[in-house]
């Protein structure tokens, strides 16, 4: 079955700063990846994917996760953290074809001080 | 163009009440799922409807039902409530079943059972 970890619960950084949330997979073959935000009171954004081809993806709000199958990570990453990031973060994976199951991690989150 | 609607938002249930959930997708978009958000178990999958079929099921126990009508909107009922059935109960559209569809994630519907 496949699973998704998220080794960090929260994470804080000061506003400018750089920022890379870990999320480790497993599963037998190349699944679909996926990072979400969820603000407070709200539903998830999805903010990037990876299918396949090139492992540097490119997300909203300045975004970009790399995806290493040696390593079977899919971290998230952002050169310089707004105050509006604050928020929770979750990786999914998902086995492709046409059922649809994504699998999350359990989270982490985002705290950004002034 | 309108994003997932669920109604209602707020809910308080007591043990062995039933309840309905509704979720309208976003316009054209003919795929819905349904997950379970709580603080222990995270985010889950609870089903997935595409054109009124249901084409995928999580773990959960036969309480949990769900149905989706021919104008894609989507109802789910939890039977028998128990106390460990609080959650946040997300809803989320996309154009296609499957994960290369993009999905669309509504506020949630926050249900607490007393």
């Known amino acids: 079955a496949q699973s998704v970890t998220q080794p960090d619960i929260h994470i804080t950084v000061s506003e400018g700063a750089s920022l890379e949330l870990r999320c480790n997979y497993s599963y037998g073959a190349t699944p679909y990846l996926f990072w979400y935000v969820q603000s407070p009171g709200q539903g998830l954004q999805l903010l990037l994917k990876y299918f396949s081809g090139d492992t540097l993806v490119q997300g909203i709000k300045g975004f970009e996760a790399e995806f290493k199958r040696s390593q079977s990570s899919f971290n998230l990453r952002k050169p310089s953290v707004h105050w509006s990031d604050a928020a929770e973060y979750f990786c999914a994976v998902d086995s492709g074809g046409s059922n649809y199951k994504l699998t999350f991690g359990k989270g982490t989150l985002l705290t950004v001080n002034p | 163009k309108a994003g997932v609607t669920q109604t209602p938002r707020y809910l308080i249930k007591t043990r062995g009440q039933q309840v309905t959930l509704s979720c309208s997708p976003i316009?054209?978009?003919?795929?819905v799922s349904w997950y379970q958000q709580t603080p222990g178990q995270g985010l889950q999958f609870l089903f997935e409807y595409f054109s009124e079929t249901q084409r995928n099921k999580g773990n959960f126990p036969g309480r949990f039902s769900g149905r989706q009508f021919s104008n894609s909107r989507s109802e789910m009922n939890v039977s028998t409530l128990e106390l460990g059935d609080s959650a946040l109960y997300l809803c989320?559209?996309?154009?296609?079943?499957?994960?290369?569809?993009?999905?669309?994630f509504g506020p949630g519907t926050r249900l607490t059972v007393t």
């Open positions: 989320a559209s996309s154009l296609g079943a499957g994960a290369l569809h993009e999905q669309y």
């Open positions: 316009s054209g978009h003919r795929s």
